[in-house]
């Protein structure tokens, strides 16, 4: 059974930092490629960064310079640092494994006040 727990949301200052951790069980996580998405209240999900299995990144522009997505294989645990971080950020994070399949986590909070 392949699960994804998300961990690390929480409530920050404007300009503070947090740093999500998504684990992965049931998978091999070192071949899918990952990504975390937010949804704003009453948006849509929308992505923040990519990073597949060979190593490439790829940013939303709103968060390039401030947000780090990695990776560790060995713990079969992704991550999404986020630096300086702005009211606008402020959402439910999800992971996303891809690898054949596609799963999701359940979310974490992530509330950003001004």
């Known amino acids: 059974q392949v699960r994804l727990v998300e961990s690390g949301g929480g409530l920050v200052q404007a300009g503070g930092s947090l740093r999500l951790s998504c684990a992965a069980s049931?998978?091999?996580?070192?071949?899918?490629?990952m990504g975390w998405y937010r949804q704003a209240p009453g948006k849509q999900r929308e992505l923040v960064a990519t990073?597949?299995?060979?190593?490439?990144?790829n940013y939303a522009d709103s968060v390039k310079g401030r947000f780090t997505i990695s990776r560790d294989n060995a713990k079969n645990t992704g991550y999404l640092q986020m630096n300086n971080l702005k009211p606008e950020d402020t959402g439910v994070y999800y992971c996303?494994?891809?690898?054949?399949?596609?799963?999701w986590g359940q979310g974490t909070q992530v509330t950003v006040s001004s």
């Open positions: 990073l597949n299995s060979g190593g490439s990144t």
């Open positions: 996303k494994v891809l690898g054949g399949n596609i799963y």
């Open positions: 049931g998978i091999i996580f070192s071949t899918f490629s």
